[in-house]
């Protein structure tokens, strides 16, 4: 009887995990189906926080920014309790400088600037400010969200707590973005620098002019091949193709690639190596000094980047995504850089 009552409570059990099986299979020792399903077409969207401000803007507080633009400083910014208008205030009165002060310092509050705006050394500024032209931020200030139409300058040691965006954006030695800094056009970030999250159609780390020049793109991959365990990819094997490694992956100094590569384990490249296609590791991904990926990278624990590396091209900007980054003077990327816990520029 109790011999029955096992069989019967064995065969329910099993009938219960039988779903579940081929799940279990896959996280044990996934079939790699579809191997590389990212596609480096769709970049994350650069403007998304800067379309939403201007949106609140206009929709919230009545500022209309194209008629803003169309008649200059003949255009009246609708003022209220929860917005201010300001001006550079450099030259200004001293009641003047004060006034801003405190309309800076204000939590939940706006301030817009016509024309050029200025902050000064150790400014610590709680309002949201959008700025009609260029915004230059002076040392050790703290920032919380900025939107400039021209550019930002963010001077050193400069805390920015949430996010910046301007056409052109550039950070001088030990800023921190707690949050995410875009620019429609370019970021220049000197060492050391930290942030979560940057994007735009060239992000340049410190001076780029050795950096390597973008790879081509690609043709179509001819095959897909799949190797167990630990592999080395060297000038003898077949660089049209995509490659799946069920364990560590070496790819040899100087190699050209026209195909992508997905480790179950650390991928790590040589120098001077040239990649068109997806790089993706479900433990540390290392780019070798001088190499060039037109990317995406995926990286499910650290990416770094050796010196003088370029990610994407200007015609087809990419994602970077990783859990930490760390970034070698001399990099470029093309596109947007997430880090769930941080990325820093090393010195």
Not at 5 to 13: C, I
Not at 92 to 121: C, T, Y
């Amino acid at each position: 009887m109790i011999g029955s009552m096992l069989l019967l409570s064995g065969s329910v059990a099993g009938l219960l995990v039988l779903p579940f099986l081929p799940a279990l299979s896959e996280w044990l020792r996934p079939t790699d189906s579809a191997p590389l399903p990212m596609r480096r077409d769709q970049p994350n969207n650069l403007t998304f926080f800067a379309n939403s401000f201007r949106r609140r803007l206009q929709e919230q507080y009545g500022v209309d920014i194209e008629a803003m633009r169309a008649e200059g400083a003949a255009y009246q910014v609708p003022v209220s309790a929860e917005l201010s208008v300001a001006r550079d205030p450099r030259g200004r009165p001293a009641v003047e400088q004060s006034g801003l002060a405190r309309m800076l310092d204000k939590v939940n509050h706006i301030v817009v600037f016509r024309g050029n705006a200025w902050l000064g050394p150790r400014s610590r500024v709680r309002a949201d400010l959008y700025v009609e032209q260029d915004v230059e931020v002076e040392r050790d200030t703290r920032l919380r969200a900025c939107l400039a139409e021209g550019d930002i300058e963010l001077g050193e040691n400069v805390v920015v707590q949430r996010w910046v965006h301007g056409r052109n954006v550039r950070l001088l030695p030990n800023v921190r973005v707690e949050g995410r800094v875009t620019a429609e056009e370019r970021i220049e970030m000197a060492a050391p620098a930290r942030f979560e999250r940057a994007g735009a159609g060239e992000v340049m780390f410190g001076d780029v002019r050795s950096a390597a020049q973008p790879v081509g793109l690609p043709k179509p991959a001819t095959e897909r091949r799949v190797l167990d365990g630990d592999a080395t990819l060297a000038a003898n094997e077949a660089t049209d193709c995509d490659y799946v490694v069920r364990g560590d992956c070496r790819v040899a100094g100087g190699m050209a690639l026209q195909g992508s590569i997905k480790t179950h384990g650390h991928l790590r490249t040589g120098d001077g190596v040239r990649i068109a296609g997806t790089l993706s590791a479900r433990k540390n991904l290392e780019i070798g000094a001088g190499s060039a990926v037109l990317g995406p990278l995926i990286g499910f624990e650290d990416i770094v980047l050796g010196p003088n590396c370029r990610i994407g091209r200007p015609d087809a900007p990419t994602t970077l995504v990783c859990n930490r980054l760390f970034v070698s003077p001399g990099c470029v990327v093309h596109g947007v850089i997430t880090a769930h816990e941080f990325a820093r520029v090393e010195g």
